[in-house]
């Protein structure tokens, strides 16, 4: 037995190399070992809540039990480090490197544009990594499975998915498998479309490129731990930390005393349960058992009647047995089998499914677990043991309620579970319901199980639960008894649904919300199973022959829609782009398809990011102190008990700011007034970042709460509480066109937040130098100078004393324009104070805590139209949600307003706009900056009418369209050639008229799924409103041996500007990019640069860099004239000799850009960009799911600079926007708490979320004096285009509407998520729910929007 105060040596291997650790603490985990012990960075934090896999590494064990090797993915994140003995683990840096060699996979992912940031893409390495070393040919689903616990913020995951396509066996090098149609086939309809034109490319990268994989090339399990898995050691071994010992038995009987003696302590598996709860939810326990070593609890057993599954087994484990056993059994015997293998499925993604233990899983007894309802209708039993000896309990309603009577006895642990086989004349179900398909804790989950008196269709027994409708999984036990000998017909189906709304009920203020949602979920269900059941009768009467059976009534074809789940399938897809013209010299890159200049640096985990940057000398970690009162004066700060901590250092306070504490209304740090929950109060500073985010807990904070306190849009409208004077522009007389129209129509439009979900979090390092008051920044920024600036008047010392270096950023989309300013100042308030070198690294929940995002809208139109579809008049008032803080809100107001027409010349307009003051973190900078959410309003417009005329909304939107040269409502010329070209080009390759024809004809056949189409356009101006804003500068240096150093002011974050750039140099400077080098953006070397934003980086920089070169070329000139056949050394060697310097600064004097708010008028931005996209869906009107049928883009990038990087845009753009639109939705308490903060709550767009069909072409290049090589900025515009998703959700809700007469008119509100769909799509059982009266109970959530 373990001796209480030797700590055991802990062996373990990272990419082959041995790590004995003798002193090891067993709070800590994997990732920390990794980036703080070893140094190994490439695995990154980005939630530390196992949810996006961006710590992905590969985890290689001798299974206990079988004694083969299994090779796994795991977040280290959740892994704790003492569950690692005996382990071998990979990690991004032990598969390849760009210093040695590189992995096939790490080369791929690069080569095919699947890293943008790259801050995912390690991870992502290394889930296809394991993959690959466990299945060398992958089938193209593996791929999909092993990708869908990776979240990607950037590119789409279709560049990624590609990538791995290469290893799979039926991967060829037609991209439209699955349609049973070769993409290039000339053919009806939709193929016609993607007929091959010469000048026209499809591919983006060259496959033949590729080395091959060579799976003896990978590193072996080291045969030191094969020796130590043949000859185990039995005896205890135990790891003793500071506050927790972690206590690993040999054998069962061990376990079982310690488990005895230490009954409190829990058994440790996978700790993806454990682990969540002691970090965020402050669970702690001093001792932690850890099974692993335990073979018993890994065994299978299988019996004639069932099946007896070890606890200690994965749920990876238990899918391949249950899979397994389903092959060899009739299907009469594997109901329930199949019903945990549909599950098992979507049940988190690979990694967790590889950690998370099926013993654990059960004794979590979480609402939301997604097995526990199916083993409980499935009659499994549990296999307790201890020891005292071993018993078994049913896995019973009261067991999952955690009732003492029907628990473990302390001391007993679960050894196994026995699942029985169903039989004849038994049917089991599985449902579940999440916001999306894959990798998101379900709403609401169930299983349910029915055996009939054999040959009748009598209810013998039947059992139901429900989980994610109570504090555990609920069994309907009462109803189910109640039915019991019912026959299974509508009058059987009635009284359940009558019953079972009785029996799980949820109050009206139930946590978690969306209680009518999942009121209605819990009879759809039921509903899903009676027909699923009938079918099944059905058939069994017919293959049997039962004599005296009754006549089972027909489903109608019509009703059988209800009966199939969309299944998870690969998405395929084309992009098309044009060539470059073939004189076009090879050395010159600019409009090829070059590959991100850090793509295969991502991939090896060699990029650093800024928290990648090593220690140094005496650094500091910072912690930030948050208000928890929306609005509240601060009483008193009381920093005593966090002081006497150790390792704090000091707290940093307002009262310590040398310069100003930001603006009166922007306090960098609380004073005496907090205006939100999450603002910044202060911050400690520690020796680490564990004892500094211990010492935050314990300040105390008093508070006096004050009045008003507004959260919601309609709050503030009625306080009169706006940051801004209202943004108006009007033009022709609106009321006069009102009176003369055909019909007018009203109604609101409700948009949501969003959550910019950068996969790097805030981070900081500021380094104070001994002399003169220097300061080093390095920060993740889209806006250094803005930090630079803000950390000047903080400190009040020049601006020419602070250096901010951003080598690259890890996905900034708007949110790290302001708010880095404020973190870059606090840490350097810290770092002056204490005179170390200050680190302030944002957990993701502070992050989304803290940092605010996308403005929520509500907006009201009043339109006015003739019977033909032609608007005559509209009058569009919006309101945002600013926060409590200006911020970028005005600007947005602005943006908003003036970009509210879109596409549409409409001769009479009103826009008015305001931006709210409330209680709530400000919202600032995202990606398309009040576009996306203001053109919904328009665009809802058109529906509306569409709707009122009888036509279709995309025969308004060209009849309202934008036809000949023209002028915007602000008065600014245009001409809109090129929006007609994309709008017809969509059309025409989306095959959109047959595909409408069919979708009406698809919805007549079906009543529960409906499919809808919609195509949107638009026109997306570009840049700021501002002529400061234009502007750019670079620096290029010519170093004596040839090669060149590029800085610009421009920012890579993830855009490829960086890229872009060389590509710049490389055509002007006439030398192949291989000469040139861009180490990172610096306010030394290029100073007053303006933020990283507005899709114009390339577009200013670009020309700026193109100045400096030019202007180093013109000074080479009379040098290459003379020695016209020498090289570019020779030249260079000779300008240095005749004294000609080889640096330049390069200048762009950019766009003139204003805009008159007083006239109304203005030319606020430079140019516009194009684009239409066309989406088709299908929705389940009984679960209110999606799936993507197919999206078509057509874009106008003008001439690409760089097609690769562009497509990737808008296809990034373009799921980060149908995420907005779809499932992003955040949640605030009534308090203005916000619940979303992390990857678990608020759910981004995973793989399995990408359109089935996915085609993005650019249209054929035209030219425009105005950009560089006439190009165009992406950046955002592709956001809106998501729209098309939403619109072709709400025209399937309209058309389930239709068919069940009620109301066409709904309100929209975005996201359309499936809560909002199924409460749309309003049936009978829509109408059984129990519905609360607001006033009688506090919901968990309000709206804000
Ligand atoms: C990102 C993420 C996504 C998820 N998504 C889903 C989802 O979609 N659906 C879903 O249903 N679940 C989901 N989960 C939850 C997951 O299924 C559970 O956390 C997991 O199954 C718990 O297993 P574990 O081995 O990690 O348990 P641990 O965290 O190691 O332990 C959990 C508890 O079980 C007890 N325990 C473990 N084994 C035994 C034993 N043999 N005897 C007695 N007690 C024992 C421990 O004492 C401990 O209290 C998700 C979790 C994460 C982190
Ligand atoms: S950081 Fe580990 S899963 Fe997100
Ligand atoms: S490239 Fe995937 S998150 Fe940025």
């Given at each position: 037995?373990?001796?209480p105060?030797?700590?055991?040596a ?11 650790e ?8 994997l ?40 090779h ?5 994140c ?23 060699r590189l ?5 791929r ?6 890293t ?9 390495v ?48 037609c991209q ?14 939709d193929?016609?479309?993607l ?18 994989l060579?799976?003896?090339q ?37 376990l ?8 409190e ?33 890994s ?30 059994l ?60 071993s ?7 009261h ?57 009748t ?10 989980g ?58 039921f ?6 059941v ?18 089972y ?6 009703f ?64 930030l ?19 006497e901590l ?23 740090l609380?004073a ?47 306080h ?13 007389n609106i ?33 104070p130098?001994?002399?003169?008051k220097?300061l080093?920044?390095?920060?993740s920024?889209?806006d ?26 890890g ?7 302001v ?8 840490a ?26 996308r ?38 107001i ?6 509210l ?13 305001r ?12 990606r ?19 709707a009122?005329?009888?036509l ?23 001409n ?15 095959s ?34 501002a ?54 953006t610096?306010?030394a ?9 507005a899709?114009i ?7 700026a ?24 050394e020779?030249w ?21 850009a ?7 008028e ?10 239409a ?92 004096p ?80």
């Amino acid at each position: 037995m373990p001796c209480p105060s030797r700590s055991d040596a802990l062996v373990f291997f990272v990419n082959g190399r041995k790590v004995v650790e003798r002193n090891v603490d067993p709070e800590v985990t994997l990732l920390t070992f990794l980036r703080k012990n070893l140094r190994l960075t490439g695995t990154k934090y980005a939630c530390g809540r196992g949810g996006c896999g961006a710590c992905t590494v590969m985890v290689s064990k001798q299974d206990p039990a079988c004694q083969e090797i299994r090779h796994f993915s795991v977040t280290a994140c959740l892994v704790p480090i003492c569950s690692l003995y005996g382990a071998a683990v990979t990690t991004v840096e032990g598969v390849g490197s760009i210093k040695t060699r590189l992995h096939p996979v790490q080369e791929r992912i690069a080569k095919s544009h699947g890293t943008q940031c790259g801050f995912c893409t390690p991870g992502m390495v290394m889930s296809m990594y394991t993959l690959l070393r466990n299945h060398p040919q992958p089938s193209e689903e593996q791929l999909l499975a092993a990708l869908g616990g990776n979240l990607c913020r950037c590119t789409g995951y279709r560049p990624i998915l590609e990538s791995g396509k290469t290893f799979c066996l039926e991967s060829n090098d037609c991209q439209q498998k699955g349609t049973g149609k070769c993409c290039l086939d000339q053919g009806e309809d939709d193929s016609s479309s993607l007929g091959r034109n010469n000048d026209m490319c499809t591919d983006l990268f060259e496959k033949e490129e590729f080395q091959p994989l060579d799976p003896t090339q990978e590193l072996i399990f080291p045969p030191e731990l094969l020796r130590m898995a043949e000859n185990p050691e039995k005896r205890t071994l135990t790891f003793h930390g500071e506050r927790v010992t972690w206590i690993l038995p040999g054998t069962l009987k061990d376990l079982l005393e310690l488990k005895a003696r230490h009954p409190e302590a829990p058994l440790i598996l996978g700790n993806t349960s454990l682990g969540p709860a002691m970090k965020s939810q402050g669970h702690f326990h001093p001792i932690l058992l850890s099974p692993a070593r335990i073979s018993e609890l890994s065994m299978v057993s299988k019996t004639s009647n069932g099946l007896t599954i070890g606890a200690g087994c994965s749920l990876a484990q238990v899918k391949d047995i249950l899979a397994e056993r389903v092959s060899k059994l009739p299907e009469e015997k594997t109901q329930t089998y199949r019903a945990l293998l549909k599950h098992l499925k979507s049940l988190a993604g690979q990694q967790i499914r590889n950690m998370a233990s099926l013993g654990g899983h059960i004794m979590s007894r979480h609402c939301y677990s997604d097995l526990n309802p199916i083993l409980a209708v499935g009659n499994a039993t549990l296999n307790l043991i201890s020891g005292e000896g071993s018993r078994q309990i049913p896995l019973s309603e009261h067991f999952l309620a955690g009732l003492a009577s029907a628990d473990l006895k302390p001391g007993e642990i679960l050894e196994s579970v026995y699942i029985p086989d169903s039989q004849k004349w038994e049917f089991v179900s599985a449902f579940r319901q999440a916001q999306c398909q894959q990798n998101a804790l379900a709403d609401v989950n169930a299983g349910m199980r029915v055996l009939f008196k054999e040959g009748t269709d009598t209810i013998e027994n039947l059992s139901i639960a429900y989980g994610g409708v109570g504090a555990a999984t609920i069994s309907a036990q009462k109803s189910c008894q109640q039915l019991l000998g019912r026959r299974w017909d509508e009058l059987m189906l009635d009284e359940a649904c009558r019953l079972l709304l009785d029996e799980v009920s949820l109050p009206g203020w139930a946590p978690g919300g969306r209680v009518e949602f999942k009121r209605t979920l819990v009879v759809s269900f039921f509903f899903k199973f009676y027909l699923q059941v009938l079918q099944e009768l059905k058939k069994l009467v017919e293959l049997f022959s039962v004599p005296n059976s009754r006549c089972y009534p027909e489903i109608s074809d019509r009703f059988l829609s209800a009966l199939e789940d969309f299944p998870v399938t690969v998405p395929q897809g084309v992009q098309r782009y044009q060539s470059v013209d073939s004189h076009q010299p090879l050395q010159d890159p600019v409009g090829r398809p070059i590959m991100h200049l850090s793509g295969l640096k991502h991939a090896t985990g060699e990029a650093i990011f800024c928290d990648d940057l090593p220690m140094v000398d005496k650094e500091l970690f910072m912690a930030l102190v948050t208000s928890t009162r929306a609005h509240a004066k601060i009483i008193s700060i009381d920093l005593s008990k966090a002081l006497e901590l150790p390792g704090v250092v000091d707290v940093i306070t307002a009262e310590d700011i040398p310069g100003t504490n930001g603006a009166e209304d922007d306090k960098l740090l609380a004073a005496d007034e907090v205006l939100c929950v999450g603002q910044i109060i202060c911050a400690v500073v520690a020796e680490t970042e564990v004892q500094a985010k211990r010492a935050i807990e314990k300040i105390k904070i008093t508070y006096e709460e004050l009045e008003p306190v507004i959260f919601t849009i309609e709050d503030a409208i009625k306080h009169n509480s706006f940051l801004c004077p209202e943004k108006k522009l009007e033009q022709g007389n609106i009321e006069e066109a009102f009176e003369k129209v055909d019909q007018i129509v009203e109604g609101e439009v409700h948009v949501g937040g969003q959550e910019h979900f950068y996969m790097e979090t805030q981070r900081v390092l500021v380094i104070p130098n001994t002399e003169d008051k220097e300061l080093d920044i390095y920060v993740s920024t889209q806006d250094p100078a803005h930090v630079q600036k803000t950390v000047s008047s903080t400190l009040n010392i020049p601006i020419n004393r602070i250096t901010c270096h951003v080598k690259r950023v890890g996905g900034g989309f708007g949110g790290k324009v302001v708010r880095p300013a404020a973190f870059g100042a606090i840490a350097a308030v810290g770092a002056i104070k204490t005179g170390h070198p200050i680190r302030l690294v944002l957990d993701r929940e502070d992050d989304m805590l803290i940092t605010g995002g996308r403005h929520p809208l509500f907006g009201k139109y009043k339109v006015g139209f003739m019977n033909n579809g032609r608007i005559k008049a509209l009058d569009v008032e919006c309101f945002i949600n600013g926060g409590c803080m200006l911020d970028d809100s005005e600007q947005v107001i602005e943006f908003l307003i003036l970009k509210l027409e879109n596409a549409y010349k409409i001769r009479n307009l009103r826009f008015r706009g305001r931006a709210c003051l409330t209680n709530l973190p400000s919202n600032t900078a995202f990606r398309g900056f009040g576009f996306p959410q203001g053109t919904l309003v328009t665009e809802s417009c058109i529906t509306a009418v569409a709707a009122k005329c009888g036509l279709l909304p995309e025969e308004i939107r060209e009849k309202n369209m934008y036809r000949t040269v023209d002028k915007t409502i602000y008065k600014q010329a245009f001409n809109p050639e090129t929006l007609i070209r994309c709008w017809n080009e969509c059309l025409d390759k989306s095959s959109f008229h047959n595909r409408r024809v069919k979708v009406e004809e698809f919805n007549k056949k079906n009543y529960w799924k409906k499919r809808g189409i919609a195509m949107i356009p638009m026109k997306f101006s570009v840049g700021f409103a501002a002529s400061s804003y234009h502007q750019a500068a670079a620096l290029v240096h010519i170093y004596t041996d040839g090669s060149v150093l590029v800085t610009h002011g421009g920012n890579e974050l993830g855009q490829g500007i960086h890229t872009k750039m060389l590509q710049v140099a490389s055509r002007e400077l006439k030398i192949p990019m291989s000469y040139m080098h861009i180490s990172e953006t610096s306010t030394a070397t290029v100073p007053n640069t303006i933020a990283t934003a507005a899709s114009i980086g390339s577009d200013v920089n670009g020309r700026a860099v193109q100045n400096a070169c030019q202007i180093l070329l013109k000074r080479l000139e009379p040098i290459i004239k003379k020695n016209p056949e020498g090289t570019w050394e020779d030249w260079i060697e000779a300008a240095f000799e005749q004294r000609i310097s080889l640096s330049s600064t390069g200048y762009f004097r950019g766009y003139k850009a204003f805009m008159d708010w007083e006239k109304g008028e203005g030319e606020p931005f430079p140019y516009y960009v194009y684009g239409a996209a066309c989406s088709e869906v299908e929705i389940d009107c009984l679960t209110g799911a999606h799936k993507k049928i197919r999206t078509d883009i057509v874009m106008d990038a003008c001439s690409s600079l760089n097609p690769a990087i562009d497509i990737g845009q808008v296809e990034g753009s373009f799921i980060q926007g149908m995420g907005l639109y779809t499932t992003e939705e955040l949640k605030y308490s009534p308090e203005g708490v916000l619940y979303s903060r992390g990857p678990d709550e608020y759910r981004i767009p995973t793989i399995s979320d990408v359109p089935e069909e996915f085609n993005v072409s650019l249209l054929s290049p035209s030219q425009t004096p105005l950009t560089i090589y006439s190009s165009k900025g992406l950046g955002e515009s592709g956001m809106f285009l998501g729209s098309s998703v939403f619109f072709a959700i709400t025209d399937a809700v309209a058309a389930a509407r239709r068919e069940r007469d009620t109301a066409e008119d709904f309100t929209v509100k975005s996201p359309a998520t499936p809560e909002w769909v199924r409460m749309a799509c309003a049936d009978r059982f829509t109408k059984m729910i129990p519905r609360d009266d607001p006033k009688t109970f506090k919901p968990w959530s309000i709206p804000i929007a």
